[in-house]
């Protein structure tokens, strides 16, 4: 029997057409184009004070590690233990493509912090987050891009060698 996929939480993401083109869904603002994520219980641009209007977007599905970590304990709400004891998971801070928002994610299964390097290149894809006996729950992950030499290391300078 087929499991039916849905969100684990509603509101936050597309699903894309086929596992293709998922998105997370964003707010922006007014008058300072600002973005939020999620629409409406990001933060606030200080310079929007009292502005409450958002309207929603799609926002990238690309972007660049800013900064990563090993959660050595379990995420609050909506990630669900599916082990004992609890695998440690990857975390990234992904700094958008158009947006240039920061937003935080579980890296794909099989990643580890050693894989990972700030500045990456990393797409979203949806994955599951845990199952039942008759849904998936899914939540948007990143993975590397794998075009090229985007998913390398950089290269140790000579200086960084000791010469």
């Known amino acids: 029997m087929t499991k039916t996929q849905v969100p684990a939480v509603e509101g936050l993401f597309t699903m894309g057409d086929d596992g293709e083109d998922p998105r997370l869904i964003g707010g922006k603002g007014g008058a300072r184009d600002s973005y939020f994520f999620p629409k409406n219980m990001g933060g606030n641009d200080p310079a929007l004070f009292g502005e409450t ?10 972007g660049t590690i800013w ?5 050595s304990y379990p995420p609050p709400k909506p990630y669900v233990i599916t082990t004992e004891p609890f695998v440690p998971i990857v975390i990234a801070a992904v700094e958008l493509d158009n947006e240039k928002l920061v937003v935080l994610g579980q890296m ?7 894989d990972l390097h700030v500045g990456m290149r990393v797409k979203m894809i949806i994955d599951v987050l845990y199952e039942d006996d008759d849904h998936q729950y899914m939540v948007w992950k990143w993975e590397p891009e794998t075009s090229g030499s985007e998913t390398q290391k950089p290269e ?6 000791g010469n």
């Open 108 to 114: 794909a299964p099989g990643i580890v912090v050693e």
């Open 53 to 62: 209007e958002r309207a929603e977007v799609l926002l990238s599905n690309t």
């Open 67 to 71: 900064s990563f970590t090993t959660s």
């Open 156 to 161: 140790a300078s000579a200086v960084q060698e």
